[in-house]
């Protein structure tokens, strides 16, 4: 009899697990999809909805680099070129070169962090496929221009400002070494009807 | 009367296939439907990483880490931070610690929910798939709001992590840990415990328990076979001796003990623990900072250190040797898809060509990892 | 429609003396015309939009919604793409076989039309042997998927072609056994025949005429599924193991009649069940116009097909791929012995109630609405449970 009872356990947990499974698909029929339906029927702009910190395509401010070449140091894989000149009489920092292969880019932010004033960062843009590589090298510098020489006190010029304070909001998201953000205190626990397991 | 000669056919499952988790080759001697052997082929996902290591020096190998096994970007990314700070004597805040834990412990998840969707998709059914990848976009985008990227993350640096947590994300962590665990479930009912699934998965691929330490196996694999071994709990690092959690362990109630169905079963549990030790992480973390003082151009002092991580995948090994310059001499990394390919040649004489399938995916072999 | 046709040549439109034979080819050919090419190649590409997109909404997403309104186009977007594809034949296969394959897979899937009961004058041709007819024309799809499998000179083709045909040929043995209870209880292999003896209510249909009769449709249904290569049975195709099973080697138009086939065989395998089982194009009799009668019996009959194409596409999304030797044993040890037993008692049954006997109508109508009922709870349940939103919309 132990045959032809597992012979029918086998037909009754068959069914019943079918049942089952076919209960769960059936309930996915009345949800609503997850789907983003990107380009074209978005609501805003997906680029408009990636958190700040997003690493996206590199971008330089030109008018607040202070030439210190340190994010061409920090790249792992060597996708910044950066050619800039002291001139040994006026100690003034010309840029010459800027340019960022954004092919090699690996997104992985280490130039970002050393900047001392946040000019190099990381934009929420990802859509940079084109049909040749030259026109992935991003040159940012057109005519030479003068590197930014950090006030002592706070900026003064209207024009600088802004984009000064863009760049330093973006460097505090990022941690200094061996201080506390401001404000790291963690949120309240919250109420205690969470199961807490 | 003569004896007649069956054929063997070999097969090739070449290095575009839709079902080997990434680029694996496979020669399969096979007798009709039934297997020979099965013999590995691996290496062409190589592309020398831990050579790179050795001229981007510390700090710029971190996103390479990311690279070796990208599916659980994480605990690489622990791993190298853990080699560098035991080469440099360097200690990571508490805060920062519990950072680590908090985007190890959701990528475990990721990666967990990856497996278990693809595996059942490698089995035929292809909604689970669809339903574990949707849970494992929310994961993305918590951890997108963390640290700015979804798959290569970098998130750690050499003494604790870069970024912390952002105000608000808490909740959302949360909130999200409540909405999986009904999923979880639901899960077991669409797959776990469906006849067709148990068929397909118990008794196939048993590996007992003396075998998994003959051939090296780590994670999942080897709680699987009954053997109670985690890294967090065996050699505890960073502060997971803080929190209160089971190591699952495989029952052998569908089957033999060590069979694909285990190895499944280990995985889902494996979730629920890590939903656990989220829930304690998130309302343990104190205050503080989360990054210790390292200098730009680090330059540890000579000597060697071997590190090891519990990965979604098992018992990840780190071995750095340091010359005292800024590059490291020799990097190198031991990951558990390497060994269970080792085992696969074994397990497959004398099953089906569609339990070919069914034991790599159960094994939860990722190409990157093998080859580096 | 022969009867038709002959109301057409009486009404004298083909003059005094018109040469019968040629007017009924010429008919043939219009009429087959319209059900192929009007009704059954359509049906089978539409059946691909449909199927993409229900599974599209069962795995939380959505399905091709681009190309035309709601993506309807999407078929004939894809039949072009595929025609302009290189045809590809690889260099030592058999050419003359490479071929044939696919017309003669979509032979099978064509030629039952012929006898689809669409309503009760809309039939191209009431053979009294309709089923049998059904029945072994579908099975000349285990000739075309072998020769697909040898031909392609490619192992893995090979593996699944033969797979396919052990399958197919397995199962036409319970899928047979399970029309005899429907015959026994009739005597006539025509399919109008069938559906004339059922009635319009449910618990007249012959699934609920009697348990033994319950568990044959189940069975006819599985088991014409498992002739479909239909998931949980698709291993001669299964996407994981063999990128394609047998049809690997095709590329383009040749490829896609295979595709064109399994999907228009859902129509067949719902049209077979509805007519032995569920009562085919039967409507309450309301109005005495012939016309609107068979407008009405056609919008039932495309009703209770479609609704069982949607359950096979429901099915595919949700169950896993069974095993060959797990196939095997559910055909020969399962399926075999109780498609037997279901014959014997059913011929046990039309013994002693040769009219069939209402009371056990009644009883299993209400046995299969309580199991729709539960069903349907747990169904809830899981809604429930999962905390979503209720969206109920089909378009997104």
């Known amino acids: ?197 | 009367m003569t004896t007649l000669r069956t054929e063997e056919m070999t097969l090739n499952m070449g290095p575009q296939h839709p079902s080997t988790h990434g680029v694996l080759r496979f020669i399969v001697r096979a007798d009709g439907e039934v297997m020979r052997e099965a013999i590995p082929d691996v290496g062409y996902l190589h592309r020398s990483i831990e050579k790179i290591a050795e001229k981007v020096g510390y700090h710029g190998f971190m996103p390479y880490t990311d690279r070796v096994d990208y599916v659980c970007a994480m605990f690489t990314n622990q791993g190298w931070g853990m080699a560098s700070e035991k080469l440099g004597k360097i200690e990571v805040p508490k805060r920062g610690e519990y950072c680590r834990v908090i985007a190890a412990e959701f990528n475990r998840l990721a990666s967990h929910l990856l497996s278990v969707g693809t595996m059942a998709m490698d089995i035929g059914a292809i909604t689970p798939f669809t339903h574990a990848l949707r849970e494992r976009e929310m994961i993305n985008d918590l951890i997108e709001e963390l640290c700015g990227a979804r798959l290569t993350f970098n998130y750690m640096r050499i003494g604790g992590v870069a970024f912390d947590l952002p105000p608000g994300w808490r909740e959302k962590a949360l909130a999200y840990l409540d909405h999986l665990e009904p999923i979880l479930s639901e899960y077991d009912m669409l797959i776990s415990f469906n006849k067709i699934y148990v068929e397909r998965l118990a008794n196939v691929g048993v590996i007992t328990a003396e075998e998994a330490i003959d051939y090296n196996l780590v994670g999942p694999n080897l709680r699987a076979c009954g053997i109670k071994w985690d890294i967090r709990k065996d050699i505890p690092y960073s502060v997971y001796p803080d929190f209160d959690f089971d190591v699952p362990v495989g029952t052998g109630q569908w089957g033999k003990l060590g069979d694909s169905m285990d190895r499944y079963m280990v995985r889902i549990h494996e979730m629920v623990q890590s939903v656990k030790i989220l829930r304690q992480a998130l309302k343990q973390i104190p205050a503080g900072p989360v990054l210790a003082k390292v200098p730009r151009n680090f330059k540890p002092p000579a000597g060697e250190c071997q590190i090891r991580v519990e990965s979604a995948r098992g018992d990840m090994g780190w071995y750095a040797v340091s010359d005292g310059s800024g590059y490291p001499w020799r990097v190198h990394v031991r990951t558990g898809s390497f060994a269970a390919m080792g085992i696969v040649q074994k397990l497959s004489r004398g099953l089906m060509i569609a339990d070919l399938v069914t034991i790599i995916a159960s094994l939860d072999v990722i190409a990157p990892e093998i080859d580096r | 429609m022969q009867q038709l046709v002959d109301s057409i040549i009486a009404g004298g439109a083909f003059g005094k003396n018109p040469p019968h034979d040629l007017i009924y080819v010429l008919f043939i050919f219009i009429f087959s015309a319209v059900v192929f090419l009007g009704v059954a190649f359509p049906f089978a590409g539409i059946v691909s939009w449909a199927e993409r997109r229900v599974w599209a909404r069962i795995q939380s997403r959505v399905g091709p919604n681009r190309v035309g309104p709601q993506g309807f186009v999407q078929w004939l977007a894809d039949g072009v793409k595929n025609c302009c594809k290189e045809d590809i034949i690889p260099t030592d296969a058999d050419a003359p076989l490479f071929k044939m394959a696919p017309y003669l897979v979509m032979l099978a899937f064509v030629v039952p039309w012929a006898v689809m009961p669409f309503s009760q004058d809309l039939i191209l041709a009431d053979l009294n042997v309709g089923i049998l007819y059904f029945t072994s024309v579908t099975a000349l799809t285990v000739v075309g998927v072998l020769m697909a499998g040898w031909a392609s000179n490619d192992k893995w083709s090979l593996i699944g072609g033969i797979r396919s045909a052990a399958q197919i040929v397995s199962y036409e043995i319970p899928a047979g056994l399970s029309i005899f209870p429907v015959v026994l209880i009739t005597g006539t292999l025509s399919m109008q025949g069938i559906i004339k003896a059922q009635g319009w209510s449910p618990n007249h249909w012959f699934m609920f005429s009697n348990p033994f009769c319950f568990i044959a449709a189940n069975i006819l249904f599985i088991s014409a599924l498992a002739e479909g290569n239909r998931t949980p049975f698709d291993l001669p195709e299964a996407e994981s193991e063999l990128v394609a099973g047998f049809a690997t080697e095709y590329s383009g138009m040749r490829y896609l009649f295979f595709f064109m086939a399994e999907w228009g065989n859902l129509f067949l395998i719902g049209a077979l069940i509805t007519t032995l089982f569920l009562g085919g194009w039967q409507f309450p009799r309301i109005t005495d116009n012939r016309i609107l009668i068979n407008i009405l019996q056609l919008v039932t009959f495309n009703a209770k097909v479609l609704f069982i194409v949607f359950f096979s596409m429901w099915i595919r999304a949700t169950l896993p791929r069974v095993r060959i030797d797990q196939l095997m044993s559910l055909c020969w040890k399962y399926f075999v012995p109780i498609s037997f037993v279901d014959m014997i008692g059913t011929a046990i049954w039309v013994a002693i109630w040769p009219y069939g006997n209402p009371v056990a109508g009644w009883i299993l109508f209400a046995l299969g609405v309580v199991g729709l009922v539960l069903f349907m709870r747990r169904v809830i349940y899981y809604f429930r449970q999962s905390k979503m939103e209720l969206y109920l919309n089909p378009t997104i």
């Open chain 1, 1 to 197: 009899m132990g045959a032809a009872s597992e012979y029918f356990n086998n037909i009754k947990e068959a069914v019943l697990s079918i049942f089952e499974g076919m209960a769960v698909t059936g309930s996915h029929f009345m949800r609503k999809p997850y789907t983003v339906q990107y380009p074209d029927r978005t609501e805003t702009r997906v680029q408009d909805t990636l958190p700040f910190r997003y690493r996206g395509i590199l971008e330089v401010d030109l008018e607040i680099c202070t030439g210190c070449l340190a994010c061409e140091r920090a790249c792992p894989i060597d996708c910044i070129v950066i050619t800039a000149e002291k001139d040994q009489k006026t100690k003034v920092m010309t840029l010459l070169q800027f340019d960022i292969d954004i092919i090699k880019c690996m997104y992985c932010g280490l130039c970002s962090e050393p900047c001392p004033t946040g000019s190099i960062h990381h934009t929420t843009e990802f859509e940079g496929a084109d049909y040749s590589t030259e026109s992935m090298i991003r040159r940012f510098v057109k005519d030479p221009v003068l590197a930014y020489k950090p006030s002592k006190g706070p900026e003064t010029n209207p024009q600088i400002l802004p984009i000064l304070n863009r760049g330093l909001n973006y460097l505090s998201e990022y941690q200094v070494s061996g201080e506390p953000k401001p404000g790291s205190k963690p949120e309240p626990a919250p109420p205690a009807t969470t199961p807490e397991t």
